[in-house]
T-cell receptor, first 113, second 113 residues
Framework: NAGVTQTPKFQVLKTGQSMTLQCAQD?????MSWYRQDPGMGLRLIHY???????DQGEVPNGYNVSRSTTEDFPLRLLSAAPSQTSVYFC????????????FGPGTRLLVL | ELKVEQNPLFLSMQEGKNYTIYCNYS?????LYWYRQDPGKSLESLFV?????AVKQEGRLMASLDTKARLSTLHITAAVHDLSATYFC?????????????FGKGTLLTVNP
């Protein structure tokens, strides 16, 4: 099992550019989520999904879109990047049934100039 | 809105000493998770606490959950340098299709020789 994978590892964007952060998992987890981590802020939930075709907003969804067409993939789209979106982005997956933790990907470091 | 507060946010301790990190949360939940994050790395699951009175131990770390007090503790016994990291607690909210983890801001632990 590769677990949770994310690409790219690092990206530099200019303000106004768009991009997609990729996330995939091979553990057949129903639940997938995106977090951003900023210094002193902990991790904040951006969007999450409880299964293919189902997504919902988290705490900080503005400026981000997601879709879930398959169980394995959960891409995060930045439509028009802003400097405030400079952050480290983590994707995570887990089972919906109780008793299981979430498994985190290695992260994507995004710098928006 | 669920709020999760960790304290202290910064902890510098000497090797061999004991200390406790506290995690308070504001609404009812009986699922709480502890994670460890090394600098520049992803999050690693430490403990999953699923019921009132749950206690889990791994090496020099022990976590407990008191759902009535809405409090979890992470106790460090005889600290060693390898425990230096940031520790996060996260509280699980479930209801219908909602499945959200809300993280505390993290405790940066530094263990000095």
């Amino acid at each position: 099992n590769a677990g949770v994978t994310q690409t790219p590892k690092f990206q530099v964007l200019k303000t106004g550019q768009s991009m997609t952060l990729q996330c995939a998992q091979d553990m057949n987890h129903e639940y997938m989520s995106w977090y951003r981590q900023d210094p002193g802020m902990g991790l904040r939930l951006i969007h999450y999904s409880v299964g293919a075709g189902i997504t919902d907003q988290g705490e900080v969804p503005n400026g981000y879109n997601v879709s879930r067409s398959t169980t394995e993939d959960f891409p995060l789209r930045l439509l028009s990047a802003a400097p405030s979106q400079t952050s480290v982005y983590f994707c995570a997956s887990g089972l919906l049934a109780g008793g299981e933790t979430q498994y985190f990907g290695p992260g994507t470091r995004l710098l928006v100039l | 809105e669920l709020k999760v507060e960790q304290n202290p946010l910064f902890l510098s301790m000497q090797e061999g000493k004991n200390y406790t990190i506290y995690c308070n949360y504001s609404t009812t939940s009986d699922r709480l998770y502890w994670y460890r994050q090394d600098p520049g790395k992803s999050l690693e699951s430490l403990f999953v606490l699923l019921s009132n009175g749950a206690v889990k131990q791994e090496g020099r770390l022990m976590a407990s959950l008191d759902t009535k007090a809405r409090l979890s503790t992470l106790h460090i016994t005889a600290a060693v340098h390898d425990l230096s990291a940031t520790y996060f607690c996260a509280v699980d909210q479930r209801g219908g299709s909602n499945y959200k983890l809300t993280f505390g801001k993290g405790t940066l632990l530094t263990v000095n020789p």
